[in-house]
Nanobody, 120 residues
Framework: QVQLVESGGGLVQAGGSLRLSCAAS????????MGWFRQAAGKEREFVAA???????QYRDSVKGRFTISRDNVKNTVYLEMNSLKPEDTAIYYC??????????????WGQGTQVTVSS
């Protein structure tokens, strides 16, 4: 059974940084596209960033230059480094895995989410 377990969320002041981690129990992790999504209260879930096995990445416009997605194919872990955080980044952040090759999905595996709260 595939499991994705996020960690690293928390409360931070605007301008601060957080690093999210997602540990995956996928035997084929190194060949799976991994992504981060977020869902703010009362809003739909939205794409944040994704990374292919060879390191190709894609980001939503509002996080470009502030967030960095990376992966360690030995540790089966994907990371999201978040800098210059803004109150509008407040959301539950979800790790996801896709069986296909598209960075935008569809995504088949989901973690339980980790809360990120940015205070002004």
């Amino acid at each position: 059974q595939v499991q994705l377990v996020e960690s690293g969320g928390g409360l931070v002041q605007a301008g601060g940084s957080l690093r999210l981690s997602c540990a995956a129990s996928l035997r084929t992790f190194s060949s799976v596209v991994m992504g981060w999504f977020r869902q703010a209260a009362g809003k739909e879930r939205e794409f944040v960033a994704a990374i292919r096995w060879a390191g190709v990445t894609q980001y939503r416009d509002s996080v470009k230059g502030r967030f960095t997605i990376s992966r360690d194919n030995v540790k089966n872990t994907v990371y999201l480094e978040m800098n210059s955080l803004k109150p509008e980044d407040t959301a539950i952040y979800y790790c996801a895995g896709a069986q296909g090759t598209g960075l935008l999905g569809p995504y088949h595996y989901w973690g339980q989410g980790t809360q990120v709260t940015v205070s002004s």
